[in-house]
């Protein structure tokens, strides 16, 4: 079974500061990944996937991740963060091809200062 | 509009009293999901169908049951809430494998429950 770790529990920046959330997974055969967002008092909403090719990703609102399949990464990027970017993201892996079971991260909760 | 929904969005009960947790979804998804979300925790799959009349337990079943039969509606129900069921939970549903945006979760708004 795969498994996910977000290393950053809690991150807090200043507004223009750049981001990097850490996610990585275990499993050995080919993954779909993926990165939700939860705005406060929301439901969880799609940031990015990637599913297969380019290993670099764009998102809504300016995110970016990077598959690195060697290191078993998928981390989250954005050069600039606002305010509005406060919420908690979740990194999430499914097998390619198999099962609909999604194994999500324990979450990042990210505070954005003005 | 493409949506899930769930109701109610907010419950508060006591211990014991039997409570269903409506959700439905308008998109013909093959598969739907229950999450419970809990601080430090992150979240935590209850139980899945992978179509009508197909349920299976994910991480935290305990305490908790579902149904499918009919595709597009999934309900949780707790039998015998009790304090530590206390949570905002999600129904989630994902097109069928083979499509485009396979594995694709979408979320309904969530309903916060309260057990005392």
């Known amino acids: 079974a795969q498994s996910v770790s977000q290393h950053n529990h809690h991150v807090i920046l200043s507004e223009a500061a750049s981001l990097e959330l850490g996610c990585n997974y275990s499993y050995g055969g080919t993954v779909n990944l993926f990165w939700y967002v939860q705005y406060p008092g929301q439901h969880l909403q799609l940031l990015l996937k990637?599913?297969?090719?380019?290993?670099l990703v764009k998102g809504i609102k300016g995110f970016e991740a990077e598959f690195i399949k060697s290191k078993f990464s998928f981390n989250l990027r954005k050069p600039s963060v606002q305010w509005s970017d406060t919420a908690e993201y979740f990194c999430a892996v499914t097998a390619s091809g198999g099962s609909y079971i999604p194994t999500f991260g324990r979450g990042t909760s990210l505070i954005v200062h003005p | 509009e493409a949506q899930v929904t769930q109701n109610p969005r907010y419950l508060i009960t006591v211990t014991g009293k039997k409570l269903t947790v409506t959700c439905s979804q308008n998109?013909?998804?093959?598969?739907m999901s229950w999450y419970r979300q809990d601080p430090g925790l992150g979240l935590r799959q209850i139980y899945y169908?992978?179509?009508?009349?197909v349920t299976d337990k994910g991480d935290v079943p305990e305490g908790y049951k579902v149904s499918r039969k009919e595709k597009r509606n999934f309900p949780l129900i707790l039998e015998s809430p009790s304090p530590n069921q206390t949570s905002l939970y999600f129904c989630?549903?994902?097109?069928?494998w083979g499509r485009g945006d396979s594995y694709e979760q979408y979320f309904g708004p969530g309903t916060r429950l309260t057990v005392t």
């Open positions: 998109m013909n998804h093959e598969y």
């Open positions: 989630a549903s994902s097109p069928p």
């Open positions: 169908s992978m179509n009508v009349e």
């Open positions: 990637y599913f297969s090719g380019d290993p």
